[in-house]
């Protein structure tokens, strides 16, 4: 189901800078199932190309297996969980459920998802304001165990965009996107039983290989450094990283040998795969709660964004990691960030309870960064969100967000 939007919405808190105007919603989706993961594809050609990852627990005996696989064949009992609740929705849904989980052991939740595949067309609007009418048409679905992240591999392989999921079921899996506008699954890893894959991200954020590596972290606290090669996903190396979940890896996109991980257990650290990662080379406490988002900036060297439950965003020079630049309060945990695919200047980000917002991070002091734009279109927990690059080098700006209990899509953008 989905739901045009053409009012100039004003929802912009913060000081938007001189010049910019508040964002405006274009589109909204019915995702059906709780949406927490969105990226748009980054590869020439497909760059209207937008996917959604989905998370759901539903009781076993709605749960059947055809020939395709499985599917949630009574949608009234899919778990829905008060969207009042203080807690966030993914620290629940993976600690607190697991342990009802354990109390029913003939009754198991089943954690069921689906990837949802989207074609974006965008028309220059006629009306005085000139707002743009955007129709985004759903033109694939696969059923599938829960998604908890998912990202576009930076180039093709085998001259086609691939797409890396991380599941519920604890695997890795690799999707070809076709000509067609359909998936069909290249290759996947299992990378241990009893655990959450809960992150991924590709080495190869500006440099290319045509042996390209995956970091994936889980909810035992493991990091698994997954190789690309022709035979499929190889586990090239696996180790304890932290104590409690592994929220988030990620590699330094400038030195793809240095990975990234922030968990639970409150922990920033930084390993050298060159290694066997027996020691991290870095371990930063700056953060007061769990370390749940990282990204390396693809643009700029040395400029790395962490955000954490304690709804700070730090932003940190690699070279030196004994204090952060500087730390930005954005009023909710920070689920996700996402640098500017283009100039790296900006910050998007994922705040669970506050929405989401846009970072200007042109000149980093030791003050806070500015807000850029604020969207609060939401009315649950913002989960995903992502910078589309089908305009990427004009003056206007779009980005698909998700929020999770009211499972809903959104396209905005401002200029």
Not at 18 to 32: A, N
Not at 292 to 320: F, M, P
Request: a negative charge; one cysteine or more; proline letters at 4%.
């Amino acid at each position: 189901m989905y739901e045009l939007e053409t009012a100039n919405l004003n929802m912009t808190s913060g000081s938007p800078v001189v010049g910019e105007r508040s964002p405006q919603l274009l589109w909204k989706q019915d995702t059906e199932y709780s949406a927490d993961a969105v990226e748009w594809c980054p590869i020439d050609g497909y760059k209207n190309v937008l996917v959604c990852g989905t998370y759901q627990l539903a009781d076993p005996e709605s749960v059947r297996t055809t020939d395709s696989g499985t599917e949630t064949t009574d949608p009234d009992t899919l778990k829905t969980t008060d969207p009042d609740k203080t807690t966030d929705a993914t620290q629940e849904e993976i600690g607190n459920e697991q342990a009802s989980e354990n109390t029913n052991i003939d009754q198991p939740k089943q954690r069921k998802g689906r990837l949802l595949l989207y074609n974006l067309e965008v028309e220059d609007g006629s009306g005085d304001g000139g707002e743009r009418n955007v129709l985004l048409n759903e033109v694939f679905r696969e059923e599938c165990a829960a998604i908890l992240d998912l990202k576009w591999g930076h180039q093709t392989i085998d001259g086609k965009p691939c797409l890396g999921v991380v599941n519920a079921s604890g695997e890795v899996l690799l999707y070809v996107l076709q000509d067609d506008k359909t998936f069909t699954e290249k290759c996947s890893l299992q990378v241990g039983v009893d655990r959450l894959a809960l992150s991924l991200d590709w080495s190869t954020g500006v440099t290319a290989s045509s042996t390209p590596s995956i970091i994936v972290s889980d909810s035992a606290g493991e990091l698994t450094l997954c190789h690309y090669q022709q035979s499929g996903l190889v586990n090239a190396l696996q180790w304890k990283a932290h104590d409690f979940e592994a929220w988030i890896a990620a590699f330094n996109y400038w030195q793809p040998d240095i990975v990234y991980s922030g968990g639970d257990d409150c922990k920033l650290k930084c390993w050298d795969t060159r290694t066997d990662c027996s020691y991290p080379v870095i371990v930063s406490k700056r953060h007061s709660m769990g370390v749940c988002s990282i990204q390396s900036n693809q643009c700029k060297e040395h400029i790395l964004a962490t955000g954490s439950y304690d709804e700070n965003v730090l932003l940190w020079d690699t070279r030196q990691m004994r204090r952060p630049l500087c730390s930005t309060s954005v009023g909710g945990g920070v689920w996700r960030v996402k640098w500017h695919p283009v100039h790296g200047d900006w910050l998007l980000t994922a705040c669970m309870h506050n929405g989401f917002h846009v970072l200007d991070c042109t000149n980093i002091t030791d003050d806070n960064v500015p807000i850029l734009q604020s969207y609060h279109g939401h009315e649950s927990l913002a989960y995903g969100v992502d910078w589309c690059r089908m305009q990427e080098h004009s003056p206007e700006h779009l980005v698909a967000s998700c929020s999770f209990y009211d499972h809903v899509l959104h396209v905005w953008g401002w200029s």
